[in-house]
């Protein structure tokens, strides 16, 4: 079967299952019965599916977590170990949090590219002066150690999650 022709299928198949057709997903099963790359294909995509569900559903539970320590812990900060990489913007949001009151800050809370490392005082102040050209010493130590306490924070919840015990197996009954 031609890539072009499991596209078709794809497509056909993804269709009967929106539409609840289970006739129709019978009938690609059994078609895959005697085609090993569309039997595939079909297992490809029902795992797929599989993981966007399980996905959906931790982002709603993770959602209903947050907005109920937001609700009930309104001084609290969240961190989440699945932010992707930490921004300048998100390093600024810290300082504004801290209480950093600088038109810099402002500046930088709409900068979505990823933070520089923050190793090197030296480092930082060269990449700031050539990206911003303003703001004072001080300022950029604070935003190192900002960046510095947010990236800790991250490492430590990902070693937690990491460390986490496995679920008790239940015996069956």
């Known amino acids: ?64 977590i947050a907005d109920a320590v937001r609700t009930r812990l309104p001084t609290a900060t969240l961190d989440s170990a699945n932010d992707g990489p930490l921004t300048v913007a998100r390093v600024a949001e810290e300082l504004q949090r801290l209480g950093a009151a600088d038109p810099l800050t402002a500046r930088l809370r709409s900068d979505t590219r990823v933070a520089p490392p923050t190793k090197s005082l030296t480092s930082l ?24 306490r947010l990236r800790v924070v991250r490492d430590d919840a990902q070693y937690g999650l990491a460390a986490r015990s496995a679920k008790p197996k239940v015996p069956p009954s």
């Open 125 to 148: 102040l060269a990449w700031a002066e050539a990206e911003f050209g303003e703001g004072s010493d001080a300022y950029w130590r604070a935003f190192r150690s900002a960046a510095m």
């Open 1 to 64: 079967m031609s890539e072009r022709e499991l596209d078709r299928w794809a497509l056909e198949y993804f269709d009967a299952v929106t539409r609840c057709d289970l006739d129709a997903v019978e009938r690609f099963w059994t078609q895959a019965a005697n085609d090993p790359a569309l039997e595939a294909m079909l297992h490809e995509m029902e795992s797929s599916a599989e993981d966007d569900a399980e996905a959906e559903e931790e982002s709603r539970t993770a959602g209903a």
